[in-house]
């Protein structure tokens, strides 16, 4: 297994929007950095917390951007690539490994992990790729069995499932975040 991505507290962060409900990009840019300035080793840009389902992909490349800009050197920065299609994912991650982020956390988008998670990983390159298990919002989710053939690093748990924690930590040899 390669070396994870961080070590301690990280953060999903929120995306702020103005009074006019457009992306406040600044804002959000000085919140991430007022975060690590607090001690987190990692932001997540644009994840479940940031609506990522609400930005467009320009929006969350551009937030992505802007926060390597701010941050770069002081924390990793994790891009959510969470799309509704393989082709749409790696879309995102090649738009996120172009502004320059640290680490891609990928939703699985159909029962063929492997696949997914294949093509994910071949656009990343040789950032690490985070699987993000939480089936309720991403269906299938991620099975446990599974974490150590995909190809990723690690995994960011969502579920708050505490025998699935202990499952992750004690039978798999990637990272895991929850």
């Given at each position: 297994m390669k070396a994870v991505p961080f070590a301690g507290v990280g953060v999903a962060l929120v995306t702020l929007f103005d009074d006019e409900r457009r992306i406040d990009i600044s804002?959000?840019?000085?919140?991430?950095?007022?975060?690590?300035d607090l001690g987190m080793q990692a932001v997540l840009v644009a994840g479940s917390t940031g609506e990522c389902k609400a930005l467009t992909d320009g929006e969350?490349?551009?937030?992505?951007a802007e926060i390597v800009q701010e941050i770069h050197g002081k924390a990793v920065v994790i891009a959510c690539v969470a799309a509704s299609s393989t082709d749409d994912a790696c879309r995102l991650t090649e738009a996120a490994v172009a502004a320059g982020v640290d680490c891609l956390l990928s939703t699985p988008d159909s029962a063929d992990l492997a696949q997914h998670y294949k093509k994910v990983k071949d656009v990343a390159g040789d950032l690490?790729?985070?699987?993000?298990?939480?089936?309720?919002?991403?269906?299938?989710?991620?099975?446990?069995?599974d974490l150590d053939s995909l190809p990723i690093t690690g995994c960011k748990d969502s579920t708050g499932d505490p025998h699935r924690l202990l499952d992750e930590v004690t039978t798999s040899s990637r990272a895991i975040y929850t």
């Open positions: 804002g959000t840019v000085r919140h991430a950095a007022n975060l690590v969350r490349t551009a937030l992505s690490p790729v985070l699987a993000y298990h939480w089936p309720a919002l991403y269906p299938p989710g991620v099975a446990v069995r």
